[in-house]
C-alpha cells in the first residue's frame, strides 16, 4: 500500500494518492489533473475511485475531469446532491481497493455533506484517516460556510461537535490524520504548518479537541472568524455542477495580445489588468489601472479576495514564461475568463509607446526621517487587525486590505498616504487598487513594518494603546 500527500502551497491544499496493488484512490483532486494520471501511469495503476470529502469553497477540485480521462466514479458523502452522475456513499460504507478497504464516515459540521475517509491496512488495520476540513492540524473546520435560513453557525459547529466526538475521537491515537488544509487556508483560523499528524497528538494539542464541553466548542470555534473571500460561494457552485475543462481554460488564457488589443480589450469587455510581477519590480511602470497581486506571494487566496467578480475578464501581464503558471493559478479558484496575457511583457508595451504609471515607494529609512520632520503624516496599515494590535505605528490607522474597499474613503486625496503591511506585498497590491480608483498620492513603504520595526519611529500595541486611553 502506497499512501502519497500531494501538497499545494499556493493553496495549502493536500490532495491524496492511495495505490494498493494496480488500483488507485485519488482524494480531493487538483484542478489539473495531469500529475495524478502520469503517477498512475508510472506505477501501472488504473484509478478505481475519485473520493471528494465535500464540495469545495477554496478551490476547484479535479474531479469532473479526472471522471471523464479514467471512468473512474466520483465518491461524495451522504446529503452531497450534485449536478453530475456521483456515488453518494452511506455512513460506514466500504470501497474495496485493491487489498485495502476505504470506509466513508458522515461527519457533518464544515458543510452537511462532509465525509471522512478511513483507510484499513492489508491487515485490516485502521491506519489513516482522510478528514478534508472536518479536522485540521491544531484546528477544526469553519461552521459558517454552509449556513441556511433554518441552519445556524451554531447549529453546524454543533454538529461538527458530534461528528468529532462520535467518529473521529474515538478512533485508535495511532492513526495518522491527514486533512485537506494547512496553514494560509482560509478554511480554518488556528491551523498549523504541519500537513499530518496523529490522532493523539492532535486529542493533545488541537484546541477544539480540548473543549470541555459542546457549548465550549461551539464558543471557541465561532469566535474569531473572519468573512470568507468572495468567491467561495462561487467556488461551491462550479464544484456541484460543473466547470469548463482547464485544458481549455488554459489554451484561452495562453492568447499572446498586442498592447492595441489590450487596449481594446479594456475599453469595450471592461477587461481587468492583473500584473502578477514582484511589488518592487510593478512600481517602476505598469499599465495604467492595472492591479498588481504578485505570483510569488498568496496569490489564488488575495485575487479571489479583491476580484469578486469570478467572471471577470482578465488579461495579465507577468514575467516571460510564466503566462501558463498565471492561468492556470488563476483557473484553481475559478477565475477562467483570462482572455490571454501582453506579449513580450512591459517592455513590448513601453516600446510601443504606451502610457505606464508608476508608484513612489521609499525605504523604512526614509520614512522614519519624513516622520521625524512629520509626525503626523497620513500611516495606512493594510495588515490583518490581529497583526495591528500585536504591535503597530502609533499614528497609523489599520486599513486592512481585505477589506479595503470599505476603507476607501477613509484616504485622504490631497496630502499623502503612506501604506504599509508587514512585508511590502500587501502594501502594493493596496496601493495599485487605490492607484486604479483614482487615489494618485499613495506611497508605499518597501519591507513594511519588518523593516520599519528597525527605526525609532514609536510604536504600540493594542493593550498599551487601550491603557493610554483610559489612563
Excluded at 487538483?30 to 475519485?50: D, H, M, S
Excluded at 469532473?64 to 456513499?89: M, Q, R
Excluded at 475599453?267 to 519590480?281: N, S
Excluded at 502610457?355 to 503626523?376: G, H, L, V
Amino acid at each position: 500500500m502506497k499512501v502519497e500527500q500531494i501538497y499545494t502551497g499556493c493553496l495549502a491544499q493536500g490532495a491524496y494518492y492511495i495505490q494498493s496493488g494496480n488500483e488507485v484512490a485519488i482524494i480531493d483532486p487538483l484542478r489539473e489533473i495531469k500529475p495524478y494520471l502520469e503517477k498512475t501511469k508510472r506505477n501501472g495503476a488504473t484509478i478505481k475511485y475519485i473520493f471528494e470529502t465535500h464540495f469545495h469553497a477554496d478551490f476547484v477540485s479535479g474531479h469532473l475531469d479526472l471522471a471523464k480521462a479514467t471512468g473512474a466514479p466520483i465518491v461524495y458523502g451522504t446529503n452531497a446532491n450534485p449536478s453530475f452522475e456521483a456515488i453518494i456513499a452511506k455512513d460506514g460504507q466500504e470501497f474495496k481497493l485493491g487489498e485495502v478497504i476505504i470506509k466513508a464516515l458522515h461527519t457533518p459540521g464544515h458543510t452537511m455533506e462532509s465525509t471522512c475517509y478511513l483507510l484499513f491496512d492489508e491487515q485490516g488495520k485502521e491506519t489513516a484517516i482522510f478528514t478534508g476540513d472536518t479536522l485540521f492540524i491544531g484546528d477544526v473546520g469553519r461552521p459558517d460556510l454552509a449556513q441556511k435560513s433554518d441552519l445556524t453557525i451554531n447549529d453546524l459547529a454543533g454538529h461538527l461537535y458530534d461528528s468529532l466526538h462520535n467518529k473521529i475521537m474515538p478512533l485508535p491515537d495511532d492513526i495518522t490524520v491527514y486533512p485537506a488544509h494547512g496553514a494560509g487556508s482560509a478554511c480554518g483560523k488556528n491551523m498549523s504548518k504541519e500537513t499530518s499528524d496523529t490522532l493523539g497528538n492532535q486529542k493533545q494539542k488541537n484546541y477544539a479537541l480540548k473543549a470541555a464541553s459542546k457549548a465550549q466548542f461551539i464558543k471557541e470555534v465561532t469566535d474569531g472568524l473572519l468573512p470568507p473571500p468572495f468567491y467561495f460561494p462561487q467556488n461551491v457552485m462550479l464544484n456541484k455542477t460543473g466547470y469548463e475543462s482547464v485544458e481549455k481554460v488554459i489554451s484561452k488564457g495562453m492568447t499572446a495580445l498586442s498592447p492595441e488589443v489590450i487596449e481594446m480589450l479594456v475599453e469595450d469587455q471592461h477587461a481587468l489588468v492583473l500584473d502578477t510581477r514582484k511589488p518592487q519590480v510593478f512600481k517602476n511602470g505598469f499599465i495604467p489601472r492595472a492591479i498588481n497581486i504578485g505570483i510569488d506571494g498568496d496569490f489564488a487566496p488575495w485575487v479571489g479576495t479583491l476580484i469578486t467578480d469570478i467572471n471577470q475578464a482578465i488579461i495579465i501581464v507577468t514575467e516571460q514564461g510564466r503566462e501558463e503558471e498565471v492561468v492556470t493559478r488563476l483557473s484553481r479558484v475559478g477565475y477562467d475568463n483570462t482572455l490571454g496575457y501582453l506579449e513580450g511583457g512591459m517592455e513590448a508595451w513601453e516600446k510601443a509607446g504606451k502610457e505606464i504609471d508608476q508608484i513612489t515607494s521609499i525605504s523604512a529609512e526614509e520614512f522614519a526621517q519624513r516622520y521625524k520632520a512629520n509626525p503626523n503624516l497620513i500611516v495606512k496599515d493594510v495588515r490583518k487587525q490581529s497583526e495591528f494590535e500585536a504591535e503597530h505605528l502609533e499614528n497609523a490607522e489599520n486599513t486592512s486590505l481585505a477589506y479595503l474597499n470599505d476603507y476607501m474613503a477613509s484616504f485622504d486625496k490631497e496630502q499623502d498616504n503612506y501604506v504599509h503591511c508587514a512585508g511590502g506585498y500587501r502594501s502594493m497590491v493596496a496601493c495599485s487598487v487605490l492607484k486604479a480608483r483614482g487615489y494618485h498620492n499613495v506611497i508605499d513603504i518597501a519591507g513594511g513594518f519588518g523593516a520599519i520595526s528597525k527605526t525609532d519611529v514609536p510604536k504600540t500595541n493594542f493593550v498599551c494603546a487601550s491603557t493610554a486611553k483610559v489612563g
